[in-house]
């Protein structure tokens, strides 16, 4: 309660500046940067196919999710949130995602929020959000929809004040833990597969709402020309992520240090084959 909470612990040894920022850019939607990474795929493709040879059916979001978990886990500034002009570590890796029931335009969403102790490897991972698709995607509602739905029956002007009082809760601290545990706007991570129908990526805005430090997007991957250390152009099959991410949680060196290790792992999944030892802790 004020200041004490169940999704991550104040950081008190957090520089001057950093200690400053979150009064100057207090909402989130005023503090994120748009960046994009451009991922060979044939990469992906050679990974992809030397697991199919062993039974074992990856895809590239299993790829981009594990490759998520990693980059927290060690580069845990990344796992930072900012609430009510505090920096908080997280307890925990989350990615949230939004699948369909089914792929028709009338069919139901749901939203799919994934724990992760940021030590698993590809595999592991791979098996936590395949079960996950299989639990949510039944006409079964998961806690999430039953939350959505218990709110969507009250009145508009009901709701409008439910929900501003959910929000006072959650800026001090008070917010409910069930509440954050369900809501998917409480994560490390949410990630959108526009890959899964044939879109490009976007950059897709923080919500203010809740705890979001990231939003990745995956992009229908594409033909586009590629030089390589030769300095020879050649087609190669692209796939496009759009990045937002708040800048308040570390500074751009990091940042950019991160996305460096992110696009590396991406790019070398056979990295994540073997799990974590542990994860690299942030201050306190």
């Keep these: 309660m004020f200041g004490k909470r169940c999704d991550g612990k104040r950081i008190k040894g957090i520089d001057p500046l950093f200690k400053l920022i979150p009064h100057v850019m207090f909402e989130r939607h005023d503090a994120s940067n748009s960046m994009t990474i451009k991922v060979d795929c044939q990469r992906f493709d ?68 994934l724990p992760f102790k940021g030590t698993e490897s590809l595999l592991e991972v791979k098996e936590q959000i395949d079960q996950s698709i299989i639990e949510n995607c039944n006409p079964k509602e998961n806690q999430t929809d039953k939350t959505a739905k218990m709110f969507s029956h009250m009145s508009n002007f009901v709701l409008k004040y439910a929900v501003k009082f959910i929000k006072f809760l959650d800026r001090h601290g008070m917010a409910p833990k069930s509440l954050i545990q369900t809501s998917p706007f409480h994560t490390s991570c949410y990630l959108t597969n526009l890959k899964s129908i044939h879109m490009d990526y976007i950059f ?3 919500y203010d709402f809740g705890t ?73």
């Design 212 to 284: 979001t430090g990231m939003f990745i997007s995956m992009g229908k991957e594409k033909m586009e020309p590629v030089v390589n250390q030769e300095m020879q152009i050649f087609p190669g099959k692209i796939m496009n992520l759009g990045i937002v991410a708040d800048e308040r949680l570390c500074d751009g060196l990091y940042h950019a240090n991160s996305l460096r290790l992110f696009k590396k792992i991406l790019e070398n999944p056979k990295i994540m084959d073997t799990p974590l030892d542990e994860i690299v802790q942030d201050i306190d």
């Design 46 to 113: 050679d990974y992809i196919a030397e697991k199919k040879t062993q039974g074992i059916h990856i895809n590239y979001m299993h790829i981009v999710i594990a490759a998520i978990v990693r980059v927290h886990a060690l580069r845990p500034c990344l796992n930072r949130f900012i609430m009510n002009g505090k920096v908080y570590k997280r307890n925990g890796i989350f990615v949230s995602l939004s699948v369909k029931k089914q792929l028709k335009e009338d069919a139901e969403e749901t939203t799919i929020k």
């Design 204 to 206: 897709h805005h923080l």
